[in-house]
């Protein structure tokens, strides 16, 4: 079974919202956007390639297919825009309508969560989900999700949407693997636990 593995950009204290650029997600007002870019070295480029190296497919919810589609595909100067336009992309979105404009593109029928539970039937590689913050908790509901590459950065922004909401579910984790760049991230690859830890209460 193919497994879903998300790659995340989140703060120290759980924001999402605009890592790339300041224009990137402006919802609610959010004026902090690129604040992962300082913070980019040769080591979150290799847990990048690594995550790739095991995938043949991308997930993602249309705010981030629409973002992704309007920066990548006009790129040269980079290793990923090839690897972006030629990996099928998944994207979940109940707005946006067949064909989609960027090549090797499919809109996935019906509810993202029943979709993406069949595509995990099928045969292939994993699919890791690139950003899509709304669509990742949605599957995290779903149990869905069997890897987490979380790139946690040494920040704090007090502001901006997060991974991990308050009316989310519970999940206990397996920390699996860890790494720290130059830069102070925390490369930390989790996948769900088979047991809950039991309370020492």
Sequence with gaps: MRKIVVFMNLTLDGVIQAPARPDEDRRGGFDQGGWAQPYADPEMGKAAAESGATTDGILLGRRTYEDFYAVWPHRTDNPYTEVLNNTQKYV??????????????????????????????????????????????????????DQYVLLIHPLILGSGRRLFTDTGSRAALELIDTKTTSTGVVIATYQPAETSPRSTE
């Design 92 to 145: 979940a979105s109940t707005t946006l309508k067949e064909p989609l404009p960027w090549m090797n593109s499919t809109l996935l029928k019906g509810d993202a969560v029943d979709a993406v539970a069949r595509l995990k039937h099928q045969p292939g590689k994993d699919i890791v989900v690139l950003g899509s913050g709304e669509l990742v908790q949605s599957l995290m509901r779903g149990r869905l999700v």
